[in-house]
């Protein structure tokens, strides 16, 4: 069986190598009907985005006037490494494509968008082809777009960038064109990984930059084909990264019709056993088998299934445009749960520290015994006792002794002490954005309203958003 598995995949490999730039109108098979993608995804409806802009900007506002403060008194971005910009905040959702080299990442997005044999289509091929972090995003012109450019532009959601080096921009690339499916999302096409390719070889923090698209992104696309199941080193670490975000996680065995039924079988159930120990969850990732690329599939094949599974993906990207404004309400709030406990624990440690404090203390030894052992001192304890805060959104105590060793404790002040007479308290403000503005915004979303509600009786003000991500 191995024998025939092999030539399985090298005949494979040969399909691919028809695919290449030069050769493409000499491939035999004929085209693949689209109208389902287009139905799927409503795309010959009206983007509803201009509804919107009402509710992005009382978000926005929310924003700059409850949570930002906090995270600027309390440094919450040297914790967490995470800002939140403008463009962050109005920007499309975002899909994010990874998985092992010449596995149909770019193929894929040639074919959801139409650029097969067009001067536009994203290079395909059997070798490593993308080399490049490729934004493909809308425009009213196609054109492309340098990475420094992408940086410099305070009006997109990729300036923070800049701080991985002028070696990464140069890596990174927009496109832009006039689609109406990239009027509602932006594609991100990443190299492949290539398992004997050391971190020192690109030239830059290749899994930094990935964690950074991946802490972004709406939905993630894995990508396998049934020749490259192998896990490595590099697709451990990218796993690793993924930890906590798999509710937005696909995983996409593709060129499915390569195979003979039994065999794809086999290489379904290969691939669940290599991808087993990474992903440590109950509920283990949809698995979508299918081969997505503009041309039929190949005879004597379960094409049937294959386009129900197509189907089922467009259907899960479709929820994700449609909810697009919920999810950002809803991360925001999550964010701003985040900054408020950040905030209440510092403000903890330094009460401690002055409570420790007398005239003839060394500073030194008082702070390094509260950062060693904040246990002993209560902090942690103290604020699940005092506060609406839950055990599981509290972050790893060793983080904050790494805080406090840039940050001195002394830099700080008490909450108590961050009132103002116009702009009240940081405290109070960032407490009514969680359980009223933000609660009352998405509620005057899901229901259709006018944003600006000021009560929160329909959702209640303690409830959670429900995560959108996850299926039924």
Same mark, same amino acid.
């Given at each position: 069986?191995?024998? *025939?598995?092999?030539?399985?995949?090298?005949?494979?490999?040969?399909?691919?190598?028809? %695919?290449?730039?030069?050769?493409?109108?000499?491939?035999?098979?004929?085209?693949?009907?689209?109208?389902? @993608?287009?139905?799927?995804?409503?795309?010959?409806?009206?983007?509803?985005?201009?509804?919107?802009?009402?509710?992005?900007?009382?978000?926005?506002?929310?924003?700059?006037?409850?949570?930002?403060?906090?995270?600027?008194?309390?440094?919450? +971005?040297?914790?967490?490494?995470?800002?939140?910009?403008?463009?962050?905040?109005?920007?499309?959702?975002?899909?994010?494509?990874?998985?092992?080299?010449?596995?149909? $990442?770019?193929?894929?997005?040639?074919?959801?968008?139409?650029?097969? /044999?067009?001067?536009? =289509?994203?290079?395909?091929?059997?070798?490593?082809?993308?080399?490049?972090?490729?934004?493909?995003?809308?425009?009213?012109?196609?054109?492309?777009?340098? #990475?420094?450019?992408?940086?410099?532009?305070?009006?997109?959601?990729?300036?923070?960038?800049?701080?991985?080096?002028?070696?990464?921009?140069?890596?990174?690339?927009?496109?832009?064109?006039?689609?109406?499916?990239?009027?509602?999302?932006?594609?991100?096409?990443?190299?492949?990984?290539?398992? +004997?390719?050391? =971190?020192?070889?690109?030239?830059?923090?290749?899994?930094?930059?990935?964690?950074?698209?991946?802490?972004?992104?709406?939905?993630?696309?894995?990508?396998?084909?049934?020749?490259?199941?192998?896990?490595?080193?590099?697709?451990?670490?990218?796993?690793? =990264?993924?930890? #906590?975000?798999?509710?937005?996680?696909?995983?996409?065995?593709?060129?499915?019709?390569?195979?003979?039924?039994?065999?794809?079988?086999?290489?379904?159930?290969?691939?669940?056993?290599?991808?087993? &120990?990474?992903?440590?969850?109950?509920?283990? &990732?949809?698995?979508?088998?299918?081969?997505?690329?503009?041309?039929?599939?190949?005879?004597?094949?379960?094409?049937?299934?294959?386009?129900?599974?197509?189907?089922?993906?467009?259907?899960?990207?479709?929820?994700? @445009?449609? /909810?697009?404004?919920? /999810? !950002?309400?809803?991360?925001?709030?999550?964010? #701003?749960?985040?900054?408020?406990?950040?905030?209440?624990?510092?403000?903890?440690? *330094?009460?401690?520290? +002055?409570?420790?404090?007398?005239?003839?203390?060394?500073?030194?030894?008082?702070?390094?015994?509260?950062?060693?052992?904040?246990?002993?001192?209560?902090?942690?304890?103290?604020?699940?006792? !005092? %506060? +609406?805060?839950? $055990?599981?959104?509290?972050?790893?105590?060793?983080?904050?002794?790494?805080?406090? #060793? *840039?940050?001195?404790?002394?830099?700080?002040?008490?909450?108590?002490?961050?009132?103002?007479?116009?702009?009240?308290?940081?405290?109070?403000?960032?407490?009514?954005? @969680?359980?009223?503005?933000?609660?009352?915004?998405?509620?005057?979303?899901?229901?259709? !309203? =006018?944003?600006?509600?000021?009560?929160?009786?329909?959702?209640?003000?303690?409830?959670?958003? !429900? /995560?959108?991500?996850?299926?039924?």
């Amino acid at each position: 069986m191995k024998g *025939v598995v092999s030539i399985c995949c090298f005949v494979s490999l040969l399909l691919l190598q028809a %695919t290449g730039e030069e050769e493409v109108e000499d491939v035999p098979y004929a085209l693949r009907d689209k109208s389902h @993608i287009e139905e799927t995804l409503r795309l010959a409806t009206d983007d509803k985005s201009g509804d919107y802009t009402a509710a992005l900007q009382k978000l926005r506002k929310i924003y700059h006037s409850a949570i930002k403060p906090m995270e600027q008194a309390y440094k919450y +971005n040297e914790l967490r490494q995470h800002e939140i910009s403008d463009g962050e905040i109005t920007s499309k959702p975002m899909v994010l494509f990874l998985g092992p080299w010449s596995v149909g $990442k770019s193929s894929m997005i040639n074919y959801l968008l139409g650029l097969q /044999n067009s001067p536009y =289509q994203l290079y395909t091929g059997a070798e490593p082809t993308t080399s490049e972090f490729t934004v493909i995003m809308h425009g009213e012109k196609i054109r492309s777009v340098e #990475g420094i450019v992408m940086a410099a532009d305070s009006s997109r959601s990729f300036s923070p960038l800049e701080k991985f080096g002028q070696n990464f921009l140069e890596k990174l690339i927009g496109v832009e064109m006039p689609h109406k499916l990239l009027e509602r999302v932006t594609f991100v096409d990443t190299p492949g990984i290539i398992e +004997n390719r050391k =971190q020192q070889e690109r030239g830059y923090p290749f899994n930094d930059v990935c964690q950074w698209f991946i802490d972004r992104a709406d939905l993630i696309f894995v990508v396998f084909d049934p020749t490259k199941l192998d896990v490595g080193l590099e697709l451990e670490m990218l796993f690793r =990264q993924l930890k #906590g975000r798999e509710s937005q996680i696909r995983i996409i065995l593709n060129k499915a019709d390569n195979l003979a039924t039994q065999d794809l079988m086999r290489v379904y159930g290969a691939l669940f056993w290599s991808l087993a &120990p990474l992903i440590n969850v109950t509920e283990p &990732p949809r698995v979508y088998v299918s081969s997505f690329w503009p041309y039929d599939y190949a005879a004597d094949t379960s094409r049937e299934l294959f386009k129900r599974e197509e189907i089922s993906l467009l259907e899960d990207l479709n929820q994700v @445009i449609e /909810n697009r404004l919920e /999810n !950002k309400i809803a991360f925001i709030r999550q964010h #701003g749960i985040r900054v408020r406990i950040h905030a209440l624990l510092v403000d903890r440690y *330094v009460q401690t520290y +002055n409570d420790k404090m007398s005239y003839f203390s060394d500073p030194e030894l008082v702070f390094k015994e509260i950062v060693d052992d904040p246990d002993k001192f209560y902090i942690f304890k103290s604020i699940l006792a !005092k %506060t +609406n805060v839950s $055990k599981f959104d509290l972050p790893n105590r060793d983080a904050y002794r790494d805080f406090f #060793g *840039v940050n001195a404790i002394t830099t700080f002040k008490p909450l108590t002490t961050q009132c103002s007479y116009m702009g009240g308290c940081l405290l109070g403000r960032i407490e009514k954005a @969680i359980t009223d503005e933000l609660p009352a915004l998405l509620s005057s979303i899901n229901s259709d !309203k =006018q944003p600006g509600l000021t009560s929160c009786e329909t959702t209640g003000c303690d409830e959670k958003p !429900k /995560n959108r991500y996850r299926k039924n």
